[in-house]
Nanobody
């Protein structure tokens, strides 16, 4: 069955760094665009970043541009999000998600999420 399993979250001080991973299985990972989406406490889902199926194109929300880097290793079926200069407002559950067609609104698959807490 399809699985997206995030890891790497935790508690970090403001200004610190974390690297999230998302291990994919059960589908052809290299054929899908991959996304990071987050949900802060009491707020809705917020798109963070996306990467094309081959990894050559990356896009970021303005609020993470210059601080976060999305990447993927199709040989390992794994998606990454390197997060630097973390701020308290980055505190959220981070989900990875996938789309076969990036033009469609709905995601095909979701992970269970990993908690990132930025606090001193």
């Amino acid at each position: 069955q399809v699985q997206l399993v995030e890891s790497g979250g935790g508690l970090v001080q403001p200004g610190g760094s974390l690297k999230l991973s998302c291990a994919a299985s059960g589908f052809t990972f290299s054929s899908y665009w991959m996304y990071w989406v987050r949900q802060a406490p009491g707020k809705g889902l917020e798109w963070v970043s996306r990467i094309s199926s081959g990894g050559g194109r990356t896009y970021y929300a303005d609020f993470v541009k210059g601080r976060f880097t999305i990447s993927r290793d199709n040989a390992k079926n794994t998606l990454y999000l390197r997060m630097n200069s973390l701020k308290s407002e980055d505190t959220a559950v981070y989900y990875c998600a996938s789309k076969k067609d990036p033009n469609l609104k709905e995601y095909d698959y979701w992970g269970q999420g990993t908690q990132v807490t930025v606090s001193s």
